[in-house]
């Protein structure tokens, strides 16, 4: 968990980790932002739903759905029960491991219990 936490704050602080560039600011604002076009999305609703795109190698929010998914806010849902975004507009970062499988496309309720609880603390 410290690894993944180690590796959203560098994401978080554009590239850098202490005083050493790890990536570009460029190279994370491509990773981060959606990089496909809605029509590449028709079908992958599955995975997507109608709020959320991909970046290079993570989801991307790219509308608000309900509290937790606010535009530009970054991460994954693992299949193997870990739930992990960075939100650059609030300055988060929220990482959930548990070790319950997912048994469908839909996100166990913990881990929507989580982002509800971590958002709601926000003043």
Not at 56 to 80: A, C, E, K, Q, Y
Not at 88 to 110: C, N
Request: charged share 25%; net charge negative.
């Amino acid at each position: 968990m410290d690894d993944y936490y180690a590796f959203y704050r560098m994401l978080l602080n554009k590239g850098r980790h202490a005083d050493t560039e790890i990536l570009s600011r460029t190279s994370v604002e491509l990773m981060t932002s959606d990089q496909i076009d809605p029509e590449n999305r028709v079908g992958a609703e599955l995975f997507f739903g109608d709020f959320r795109s991909s970046g290079f190698v993570m989801s991307v929010d790219i509308r608000r759905d309900d509290l937790s998914h606010n535009p530009g806010r970054f991460g994954w849902d693992g299949g193997t029960g870990a739930t992990a975004y960075v939100d650059p507009a609030e300055d988060m970062i929220g990482i959930l491991f548990t070790q319950r499988m997912m048994d469908s496309p839909e996100p166990p309720k913990v881990f929507s219990d989580f982002w509800t609880l971590a958002y709601g603390t926000l003043g």
